[in-house]
């Protein structure tokens, strides 16, 4: 435990070297006069630069322990840094002992600029190993998400040859393994020496023992650990990652308890209404959508006159630029008021005009409302006339005209488009004979005429 | 006080020195062991820190629904003599019940000691309704004509088996109550439409039974007070001392008003506290009301023919269809929250003449209400649910008789009917077993339901909480899926 605690220094001191050393560098060969005086900062250097790169190798080697990190690039970067510490340690003996060696002393530049090297070398092996392979690749540049392009070690689980779908492991319990614990849990990145990305390193599990137990929950570390306080340092996933939800523990809990098997099919084993459940939950259910263009977010100023009609102004959704505009604390909105929401005109899905003092002129100006979804004009003195300026609106699905004075008439002259759903016309001047020639033009239209 | 207010700030500044010392030091360690890159720190279920204990600040996704109207039928309306025909239950009438089918479920107190399980025959006829000729129980001939427009749900499922934990349940998701009810939750997420009335309005009926009901049912529970459901009287005057007294000027009123505002706002910048926030916001609600509800409660203006709708009690204050009307009423006005209460449907004795008098004050003012918001043009997102806090057993509670028997409490399975706001209408949805005891097929719990209800206004369940007292609250607690079958 201490050794690996000292092993957390690793990453602390290895910056030092590498400054220093670049520095000496610096000042080696690129600093053009040698009248400064810059030989003997130079072999200073050399001497901290050997130093700390000597103890920050050991620091290394100790954290190399905790088992966490890529056999293949640890190997890499320890025998650089190896290479990186003896070579430094050699320049610096050239340096201060010139006198001792003769010859040798040639090849001073040529050992410093390999030395130089072998630094970047091991500086981006020991990223890669936190980081992860690919932090530094150009790929990378153009994507956005980390996440995503983390993922090429999904592919592994198809080399088992027996990746198999519509097993329960396949289709439910690996899903989230994938999404929750992989990021940090594969063969690049080992975190606790366990990898998650076959089934069979699954259940091999790292350091603490055996992850999952079929059929023993209480015994399965994997359980345990999610389970544990969030604040405990032990808990899984960390702190800063986005935790299992209920039912996908609940999930696990039921496979572990059920042998937690590979093979497993999914229409095999017994599923009770809390799976089925979560398992209907997954298939992919589409959230209600206004299927609208996207349109510009303006938020509508607050300007006194807009304050003082009290008119109820919400988006749709949280977040989303289209507006629900209601009349409901303002009875007294009149045709001119309108105009003071052209502004949000197209942003617009619902409006409703109930009870207001609006008339056909107004009506007109919903001309600029091209993305309404549903007009409510209930109890206006909107008549004939207003059909016109409705039937611009393309998108419009709901229609609500009831107590107005429109009749049969215009109802006729209304044009649908094929989202159209429903007309209210209950009090309105409509008749059933209206309704019924209506319904020959559009039968897929409701109009509802109230009771009879 | 002022001394504790000082410690506070002293306890803050402390914490503050001493997070910084260790802190920004941690800060550096962090980023020099940096493995992990930041990213936006979660909480349980994903949301952003600074959104916890926030109003939603508008829906999740799209809402079908904007208001709900939840017509609740307390005492445990019996399954078997209204939505759910059990044929078996005429032939087998006297016989005992199957020990199978009670299982090991959970039997009340009231029956513990009865040592013979007899099968009652309901004590209403059934008759096909609608396109889909659903059964239909003929004490509910209202109900019944509109049954193309109602989602029956036959298989809901509750934890409770006596009235009050049960209705708690149904209302706020916990049997003890203390906990906020459906239309606070929904008062405090979406906030109110109409600025002139309350968000969350109840109503009782009398008349019904003399079963009390626990205004913990609408109880704003951890939340700020002014989302408490605003309980309308059921006698003449919805709300007492309305009127100005006789002599008082409103712009006195407001000016008085104006004042106790001003102390108020001074002592909240002092202590911070919500529930002052509350306090002003109930006195301006107050003075609003004092114009919109005479309105809303003078039904002179409606005509006669929808009034005969309504059915013939709808001009006596108190009365199930008088809050059938006022409903709609304020539904037109956009209350977000509109909770009816009818006692009355706890028949453990003389159930066919209990029921008879239960279906008759309601039944035909429920229809109307649904017909009334659907020729509106108001049932496209209003939310309409009609239902208990369980069933009744198949089995007779005590002697059975022709006339006398009874049923008692079931938790196992009960009816519950939705119309409008989304749900898909002439569906009927669960299976229960020949006996109406157990669900065969396709249960829902209550907190499915209250997830299915959330999810129409446009609410995901999971990601709507509220923190105190050290964990995160759901209306569904932790558990409730929705059910999406229901959804048009």
Redesign the interface.
Same mark, same amino acid.
């Given at each position: 435990m201490m050794i690996e605690f000292l092993g957390?220094f690793h990453?602390?001191i290895v910056?030092l070297p590498i400054g220093i050393l670049v520095l000496a560098f610096i000042l080696e060969f690129l600093i053009p006069s040698k009248k400064i005086g810059t030989s003997i900062v130079v072999e200073i250097a050399l001497l901290i630069a050997a130093f700390t790169l000597i103890l920050s190798a050991l620091f290394g080697w100790l954290l190399s322990f905790t088992g966490e990190y890529n056999a293949d690039i640890l190997y890499k970067h320890k025998m650089l840094a190896i290479l990186l510490c003896i070579c430094t340690s050699i320049l610096w003996i050239l340096k201060k002992f010139p006198e001792h060696f003769g010859k040798i002393t040639k090849g001073y530049p040529a050992l410093f600029y390999c030395s130089f090297f072998l630094l970047l070398f091991t500086g981006h092996f020991g990223g890669s190993l936190?980081?992860g392979e690919d932090f530094l690749s150009l790929s990378n540049a153009f994507k956005n998400s980390?996440i995503q392009t983390n993922t090429n070690y999904l592919e592994e689980d198809s080399k088992d040859g027996l990746a198999v779908k519509n097993t329960v492991y396949d289709s439910l319990v690996r899903p989230i393994l994938v999404e929750k614990c992989m990021q940090c849990h594969n063969s690049k990145k080992q975190k606790g020496g366990f990898q998650m990305q076959t089934y069979v390193l699954l259940m091999k599990g790292g350091k603490s023992g055996h992850p999952i137990v079929p059929n023993g929950i209480v015994n399965s570390e994997f359980i345990h650990r999610i389970q544990l306080d969030?604040n405990d340092e032990k808990h899984m996933p960390?702190?800063?990652?986005?935790?299992l939800? %209920?039912a996908e523990l609940n999930l696990i809990y039921w496979w572990i308890n059920n042998g937690a098997s590979k093979e497993k099919l999914l229409q095999d084993v017994k599923i009770n209404?809390t799976i089925k459940?979560?398992v209907?939950?997954k298939e992919k259910?589409e959230?209600? %959508?206004?299927n609208l263009q996207p349109v510009n977010h303006i938020t509508i100023q607050d300007s006194l006159a807009l304050t003082q009609l009290?008119l109820?102004i919400?988006?749709?959704?949280?977040? %989303?630029p289209f507006l629900e505009i209601?009349a409901?604390?303002a009875p007294g909105l009149n045709d001119a008021d309108l105009e003071l929401l052209f502004n949000a005109a197209s942003q617009t899905v619902w409006l409703i005009l109930d009870e207001t003092k609006l008339t056909d002129l107004g009506i007109k100006k919903l001309l600029k409302f091209n993305n309404l979804k549903r007009l409510?004009l209930?109890n206006t003195k909107a008549t004939n006339q207003s059909i016109s300026a409705i039937n611009q609106l393309t998108h419009l699905e709901?229609l609500?005209i009831?107590g107005t004075s429109i009749n049969d008439a215009g109802l006729l002259s209304i044009k649908c488009n094929k989202q159209f759903k429903?007309i209210?016309c209950?009090r309105s001047g409509i008749t059933e004979k209206g309704i019924e020639k209506f319904k020959q033009l559009y039968p897929n239209v409701v109009v509802?005429?109230?009771?009879k | 006080m002022n001394e504790l207010l000082r410690l506070k700030y002293e306890k803050s500044r402390r914490e503050f020195l001493r997070g910084s010392a260790l802190g920004l030091g941690s800060i550096a360690m962090n980023s020099l062991l940096g493995c992990n890159p930041s990213i936006t720190k979660h909480t349980n279920a994903g949301i952003p820190a600074d959104e916890i204990n926030q109003p939603l600040g508008g829906p999740h996704f799209l809402p079908t629904a904007k208001r709900v109207i939840y017509l609740f039928q307390s005492g445990g309306p019996s399954q078997m003599e209204l939505f759910d025909y059990k044929p078996k239950l005429y032939e087998m009438h006297g016989k005992e019940i199957p020990a199978s089918v009670i299982g090991q479920n959970r039997i009340s107190g009231m029956v513990s000691n009865q040592y013979s399980f007899p099968l009652a025959r309901p004590a209403a006829n059934f008759k096909q309704f609608g396109t889909n000729g659903t059964y239909m129980s003929e004490l509910i001939p209202g109900i019944s004509s509109i049954v193309d427009d109602l989602c029956i749900v036959r298989s809901v499922t509750t934890d409770q088996i006596n009235h009050e934990p049960a209705v708690i349940f149904t209302q706020t998701g916990n049997q003890l109550s203390g906990r906020p009810s459906i239309g606070s939750w929904l008062s405090y997420g979406l906030g109110s439409l109409n600025e002139n009335l309350p968000s969350f309005i109840v109503m009782l009926s009398k008349g019904g039974g003399d079963q009390p009901i626990s205004n913990a049912a609408w109880s704003n529970g951890f939340l700020p007070s002014h989302h408490q459901g605003v309980q309308f009287l059921s006698g003449k005057d919805p709300i007492l001392f309305l009127n100005t007294p006789d002599g008082v000027d409103r712009m006195d009123r407001r000016r008085a008003l104006d004042f106790i505002k001003n102390f108020n706002q001074l002592q909240n910048e002092k202590w911070h506290d919500p529930e002052i926030e509350s306090q002003i916001s109930q006195a301006e609600m107050a003075y609003k009301m004092q114009l919109a509800v005479p309105t809303i409660s003078d039904l002179s203006n409606e005509p006669q023919h929808i009034l005969d709708m309504y059915g013939p009690d709808v001009k006596i204050p108190g009365t199930f269809a008088h809050n059938c009307i006022m409903a709609r009423r304020l539904a037109e006005k956009d209350v977000r929250f509109i909770q009816l209460y009818h006692m009355g449907w706890d028949h453990h004795g003389s159930l066919a003449s209990g029921i008879r008098k239960a279906t008759k004050q309601t039944d035909q003012a429920s229809a109307a209400l649904v017909q009334d918001l659907k020729q509106r043009g108001l049932l496209d997102d209003t939310l309409v649910v009609w239902g208990g806090e369980f069933g009744r057993t198949s089995f007779s509670q005590g002697k059975l008789t022709p006339e006398g028997f009874g049923r008692d409490h079931h938790p196992g399975c009960y009816t519950i009917w939705m119309a409008g706001g989304g749900v898909k209408p002439g569906l009927v949805y669960g299976e229960t077993d020949d006996f109406a005891h157990n669900v065969v097929k396709d249960r829902v719990h209550v907190h499915d339901f209250q997830a299915t209800l959330l999810y129409l206004m446009g609410i995901d369940h999971e990601k709507f909480l509220y923190k105190k007292e050290g964990r995160r609250y759901r209306l569904t607690d932790v558990s409730g899926n929705v059910i999406h079958n229901l959804i048009a």
């Amino acid at each position: 435990m201490m050794i690996e605690f000292l092993g957390h220094f690793h990453p602390v001191i290895v910056h030092l070297p590498i400054g220093i050393l670049v520095l000496a560098f610096i000042l080696e060969f690129l600093i053009p006069s040698k009248k400064i005086g810059t030989s003997i900062v130079v072999e200073i250097a050399l001497l901290i630069a050997a130093f700390t790169l000597i103890l920050s190798a050991l620091f290394g080697w100790l954290l190399s322990f905790t088992g966490e990190y890529n056999a293949d690039i640890l190997y890499k970067h320890k025998m650089l840094a190896i290479l990186l510490c003896i070579c430094t340690s050699i320049l610096w003996i050239l340096k201060k002992f010139p006198e001792h060696f003769g010859k040798i002393t040639k090849g001073y530049p040529a050992l410093f600029y390999c030395s130089f090297f072998l630094l970047l070398f091991t500086g981006h092996f020991g990223g890669s190993l936190t980081h992860g392979e690919d932090f530094l690749s150009l790929s990378n540049a153009f994507k956005n998400s980390k996440i995503q392009t983390n993922t090429n070690y999904l592919e592994e689980d198809s080399k088992d040859g027996l990746a198999v779908k519509n097993t329960v492991y396949d289709s439910l319990v690996r899903p989230i393994l994938v999404e929750k614990c992989m990021q940090c849990h594969n063969s690049k990145k080992q975190k606790g020496g366990f990898q998650m990305q076959t089934y069979v390193l699954l259940m091999k599990g790292g350091k603490s023992g055996h992850p999952i137990v079929p059929n023993g929950i209480v015994n399965s570390e994997f359980i345990h650990r999610i389970q544990l306080d969030n604040n405990d340092e032990k808990h899984m996933p960390p702190k800063a990652k986005e935790p299992l939800t %209920s039912a996908e523990l609940n999930l696990i809990y039921w496979w572990i308890n059920n042998g937690a098997s590979k093979e497993k099919l999914l229409q095999d084993v017994k599923i009770n209404d809390t799976i089925k459940a979560i398992v209907k939950g997954k298939e992919k259910i589409e959230l209600p %959508s206004l299927n609208l263009q996207p349109v510009n977010h303006i938020t509508i100023q607050d300007s006194l006159a807009l304050t003082q009609l009290h008119l109820l102004i919400t988006p749709i959704i949280k977040g %989303s630029p289209f507006l629900e505009i209601s009349a409901i604390n303002a009875p007294g909105l009149n045709d001119a008021d309108l105009e003071l929401l052209f502004n949000a005109a197209s942003q617009t899905v619902w409006l409703i005009l109930d009870e207001t003092k609006l008339t056909d002129l107004g009506i007109k100006k919903l001309l600029k409302f091209n993305n309404l979804k549903r007009l409510s004009l209930k109890n206006t003195k909107a008549t004939n006339q207003s059909i016109s300026a409705i039937n611009q609106l393309t998108h419009l699905e709901y229609l609500n005209i009831v107590g107005t004075s429109i009749n049969d008439a215009g109802l006729l002259s209304i044009k649908c488009n094929k989202q159209f759903k429903k007309i209210y016309c209950w009090r309105s001047g409509i008749t059933e004979k209206g309704i019924e020639k209506f319904k020959q033009l559009y039968p897929n239209v409701v109009v509802d005429f109230g009771m009879k | 006080m002022n001394e504790l207010l000082r410690l506070k700030y002293e306890k803050s500044r402390r914490e503050f020195l001493r997070g910084s010392a260790l802190g920004l030091g941690s800060i550096a360690m962090n980023s020099l062991l940096g493995c992990n890159p930041s990213i936006t720190k979660h909480t349980n279920a994903g949301i952003p820190a600074d959104e916890i204990n926030q109003p939603l600040g508008g829906p999740h996704f799209l809402p079908t629904a904007k208001r709900v109207i939840y017509l609740f039928q307390s005492g445990g309306p019996s399954q078997m003599e209204l939505f759910d025909y059990k044929p078996k239950l005429y032939e087998m009438h006297g016989k005992e019940i199957p020990a199978s089918v009670i299982g090991q479920n959970r039997i009340s107190g009231m029956v513990s000691n009865q040592y013979s399980f007899p099968l009652a025959r309901p004590a209403a006829n059934f008759k096909q309704f609608g396109t889909n000729g659903t059964y239909m129980s003929e004490l509910i001939p209202g109900i019944s004509s509109i049954v193309d427009d109602l989602c029956i749900v036959r298989s809901v499922t509750t934890d409770q088996i006596n009235h009050e934990p049960a209705v708690i349940f149904t209302q706020t998701g916990n049997q003890l109550s203390g906990r906020p009810s459906i239309g606070s939750w929904l008062s405090y997420g979406l906030g109110s439409l109409n600025e002139n009335l309350p968000s969350f309005i109840v109503m009782l009926s009398k008349g019904g039974g003399d079963q009390p009901i626990s205004n913990a049912a609408w109880s704003n529970g951890f939340l700020p007070s002014h989302h408490q459901g605003v309980q309308f009287l059921s006698g003449k005057d919805p709300i007492l001392f309305l009127n100005t007294p006789d002599g008082v000027d409103r712009m006195d009123r407001r000016r008085a008003l104006d004042f106790i505002k001003n102390f108020n706002q001074l002592q909240n910048e002092k202590w911070h506290d919500p529930e002052i926030e509350s306090q002003i916001s109930q006195a301006e609600m107050a003075y609003k009301m004092q114009l919109a509800v005479p309105t809303i409660s003078d039904l002179s203006n409606e005509p006669q023919h929808i009034l005969d709708m309504y059915g013939p009690d709808v001009k006596i204050p108190g009365t199930f269809a008088h809050n059938c009307i006022m409903a709609r009423r304020l539904a037109e006005k956009d209350v977000r929250f509109i909770q009816l209460y009818h006692m009355g449907w706890d028949h453990h004795g003389s159930l066919a003449s209990g029921i008879r008098k239960a279906t008759k004050q309601t039944d035909q003012a429920s229809a109307a209400l649904v017909q009334d918001l659907k020729q509106r043009g108001l049932l496209d997102d209003t939310l309409v649910v009609w239902g208990g806090e369980f069933g009744r057993t198949s089995f007779s509670q005590g002697k059975l008789t022709p006339e006398g028997f009874g049923r008692d409490h079931h938790p196992g399975c009960y009816t519950i009917w939705m119309a409008g706001g989304g749900v898909k209408p002439g569906l009927v949805y669960g299976e229960t077993d020949d006996f109406a005891h157990n669900v065969v097929k396709d249960r829902v719990h209550v907190h499915d339901f209250q997830a299915t209800l959330l999810y129409l206004m446009g609410i995901d369940h999971e990601k709507f909480l509220y923190k105190k007292e050290g964990r995160r609250y759901r209306l569904t607690d932790v558990s409730g899926n929705v059910i999406h079958n229901l959804i048009a």
